[in-house]
């Protein structure tokens, strides 16, 4: 393929070089081939398409390193492809998704067959996460090393914590000879079992078993240890509270491999949310206090927290419809992923840059993969997005197959308008 | 009258909780039970009230005594009673909570009672359905018609709530009951007061408006009630409390213990009491003291009145057959 494209007329934003600027960029054969306030026209022939952005941010493709996608498995609730035109539309180019899917992502062929599938789906990439432990039971490691040549980016139990501190211990370890990620749920489950809120007075009114806080920074710090023990490298997933953002923020101080991605609802809403039982609501680890939220943006703001990542978990009607500690936890994010992050640089607590960067430049370094910036060879994946229209979020628009989202209505700014893939428009926003 | 209009004294069309309802609404309720206590007394005809009108009880969780108290209640009432118990319905077969109610709803009962062990059934049932819902029991969260009997007897015995001084004992941590006792007593101005040890405490349950104790003689403290709850039989070993022995020694109502309440302080429990664990047999049985006998009479009454607010409108929409 030869393809040429000409975006012009796009406000360029590039977290990696600190760029906000009018400009241009070229993307060739899949490819950036230059960018700049304005492209000479010469030499570039006349099979060339050009998209006029019309004055619209233009920025690296958001890389989304936390999603459950259903298949294989549970194909009513989300496919592959469903997933993949979920995240088109929400400007995501690359997501990695979590091995928890039946069967579990812990055998090098289900690593091929997601690999496979993506590429036929042609959308959106699809990376996976291959399973920490077999079966996700928390027992024996996966073959890492084979897993890792398969194209697994990291290893994760997925929603559920490596709990075994020996366990850990090892996975770290054992990581650590490939130089490898683990990637940790971040709640002692037995603070965490049965618990369906966050412990406090909205529990109690509402006579729900709570989970306190404690029980994701108890996780942390014994992992923290656990890292200085084994030299691994190690991502908490979804952090939430104030006490696990403080013990990530020493141990980078002390120079630890550390790194922790947080959820657009921990930052968008609180346990208020719940409201009356409203199981859409219902997240793992739980919405936080209004404490736990601000430190959240805090993390956010001194760069504690790296990464945003959107936590998609499609869940169908059935599974929610349920009294409230019956249901399944869990937010469908690729569509709101990049507005809800955009409300915080609406509400001045980060600037645009920053928030671009932990959506794209930074999960990309975690996980080492090529993207997340504007370089010139790097593959053109970008979104094209309006930073200002304000819109209502409508659930029953999303593309997932999931609509659970407790956003239906909710104002929101910013929203991609076209999502580019390796030069290819993925997703064009209806005018 | 229509649902909402500025003069009815119940507006609302299920009673779901205590929580959300005012000092008069819960007035209300309480003086027409009293109607129903001196009705039931008299033992004469079966009233018509809800002749040729079906109620449902719908029980997912084993209860005697209050399903036996809202089935007595309906037919004093004159109303048709169904019972369904959770293990005999098609809920075990995998449909969920709301096909059942859907199902239910399409039968036109007048009232659905319901009892279900996950906070917040309830409501989400009431929401899929169109006649009345009544919570008789939600999971740690609500039992709304415990919480006014209860306060019948009180009023009955002390002539008022609004003052009293009210110790809750024992489980509060998974108690529905204590939870609309408290909506209830601070609704209507008594002081309420918490005791129990630490594990069986809800977090941050100070915010709800009580006093909270761990000693149990500071906690009956010159208090006018006493309110033993239940301490089910899988949380007193080890889990919650180390031993039954240990549980009763510093948690357990016995005559020591209650010498710190008032003369006239009265012993209230909901049912079924574990004797020898959370109450002595004696104060249980002291015909002076406790009112548990009472509490049961004045639940088939709460109950009528319960059934008769919110079956009014229909009632007066529709001429019964």
Redesign the interface.
């Given at each position: 393929m030869t393809g040429r494209t000409l975006y012009t007329n796009a406000r360029l934003l590039d977290p990696a070089t600190k760029l906000d600027a009018k400009g241009e960029i070229l993307a060739v054969d899949g490819k950036i081939a230059a960018l700049g306030p304005k492209l000479g026209r010469d030499g570039l022939g006349k099979d060339i398409e050009t998209v006029d952005c019309g004055g619209a941010c233009l920025a690296p493709g958001l890389v989304d390193m936390r999603v459950q996608l259903r298949e294989p498995g549970d194909e009513y609730q989300e496919t592959l492809e469903t997933g993949a035109n979920s995240a088109a539309a929400g400007g995501v180019t690359t997501m990695a998704m979590l091995p928890n899917t039946a069967p579990v992502i812990d055998e090098h062929a289900l690593v091929e067959f997601v690999a496979r599938r993506a590429r036929e789906i042609g959308l959106t990439k699809i990376r996976t996460y291959a399973a920490a432990t077999k079966g996700l039971l928390g027992k024996e490691l996966t073959e890492f090393g084979l897993l890792a040549e398969a194209g697994a980016v990291a290893f994760t139990d997925g929603t559920r914590a490596i709990s075994d501190a020996l366990v850990m211990r090892r996975a770290l370890s054992y990581a650590s000879t490939f130089d490898l990620l683990i990637v940790q749920h971040p709640e002692e489950p037995s603070l965490a079992t049965g618990g369906a809120v966050t412990?406090?007075?909205i529990?109690?009114?509402?006579?729900?078993?709570?989970i306190?806080a404690a029980a994701e920074a108890i996780m942390v710090e014994r992992d923290l240890r656990l890292v200085e023990i084994t030299g691994g490298r190690y991502h908490a997933a979804h952090v939430s509270t104030a006490g696990a953002i403080d013990a990530i923020r020493c141990a980078k101080a002390r120079g630890l491999a550390v790194s922790c991605d947080t959820a657009p609802h921990y930052f968008a809403l609180n346990e208020t949310a719940v409201g009356?039982?409203r199981t859409f609501a219902k997240v793992s680890p739980p919405l936080r206090s209004e404490e736990d939220r601000k430190a959240v943006v805090e993390g956010l703001k001194d760069g504690t927290i790296d990464a945003i990542a959107s936590d998609h978990a499609p869940q169908d009607q059935?599974s929610k419809?349920?009294?409230?500690?019956?249901a399944e936890p869990g937010i469908v994010g690729l569509e709101t992923l990049l507005p809800l992050s955009l409300e915080l640089h609406h509400n001045g607590a980060l600037p645009l840059l920053q928030v671009l960067r932990a959506l794209s430049q930074r999960p990309a370094e975690i996980l080492r993969l090529n993207a997340g910036k504007l370089a010139v060879g790097d593959p053109a994946d970008f979104v094209i997005f309006d930073l200002d229209r304000p819109w209502r979020i409508d659930v029953s628009k999303f593309l997932s197959k999931c609509k659970n989202a407790p956003y239906d209505g909710r104002p929101a700014q910013g929203r991609a308008l076209r999502t580019v893939v390796g030069g290819r428009g993925i997703f064009t926003a209806a005018a | 009258m229509t649902i909402g209009a500025p003069n009815d004294p119940f507006p609302h069309r299920h009673l779901l909780g205590i929580?959300g309802l005012s000092p008069g609404e819960i007035t209300y309720l309480l003086d027409l039970a009293e109607i129903y206590v001196e009705q039931s007394r008299q033992r004469g005809e079966k009233l018509a009230l809800l002749r040729g009108r079906t109620i449902i009880n719908l029980f997912f969780e084993n209860s005697t005594r209050t399903r036996t108290s809202f089935e007595l209640a309906g037919k004093r009432l004159g109303g048709d009673v169904i019972n369904m118990q959770a293990q005999a319905s098609s809920i075990k077969k995998g449909e969920?909570?709301?096909d059942t109610a859907m199902t239910l709803n399409a039968m036109h009962p007048e009232v659905l009672i319901v009892r279900?062990p996950?906070?917040?059934?309830v409501?989400?049932l009431s929401e899929k359905v169109s006649c009345a819902v009544i919570n008789a029991g939600?999971?740690?969260?609500?039992h709304p018609t415990q919480a006014l009997l209860d306060a019948l007897v009180m009023r009955r015995r002390k002539g008022r709530i609004q003052g009293l001084t009210v110790a809750i004992c024992g489980d509060i941590l998974h108690s529905?009951v204590a939870?609309s006792n408290i909506a209830l007593l601070n609704t209507m101005g008594a002081h309420v007061r918490v005791v129990a040890p630490r594990t069986l405490l809800?977090?941050?349950?100070e915010?709800?408006g009580v006093e909270v104790h761990t000693d149990m003689k500071k906690g009956l403290e010159d208090a006018d009630i006493i309110m033993m709850l239940r301490l089910q039989t899988e949380r007193m070993h080890g889990s919650y409390v180390p031993s039954i022995r240990e549980y009763f020694h510093f948690y357990g109502l016995d005559y020591a213990k209650l010498e710190a309440a008032k003369d006239d302080a009265l012993i209230m429990h909901p049912g079924p009491m574990n004797r020898g664990v959370e109450i002595d047999t004696d104060v249980a049985d002291d015909i002076d003291r406790s009112v548990i006998q009472q509490q049961v009479e004045m639940g088939v009454a709460v109950r009528m009145a319960c059934l008769d607010t919110l079956t009014r409108d229909r009632r007066n929409g529709q001429a019964a057959p």
């Open positions: 412990e406090g007075e529990a109690t009114r509402l006579g729900l078993p709570g306190n009356d039982y059935e419809r349920l009294p409230f500690t019956s | 929580e969920t909570l709301i279900h996950e906070s917040g059934a409501k989400l939600d999971g740690s969260h609500e529905r939870r809800p977090a941050a349950i915010r709800l």
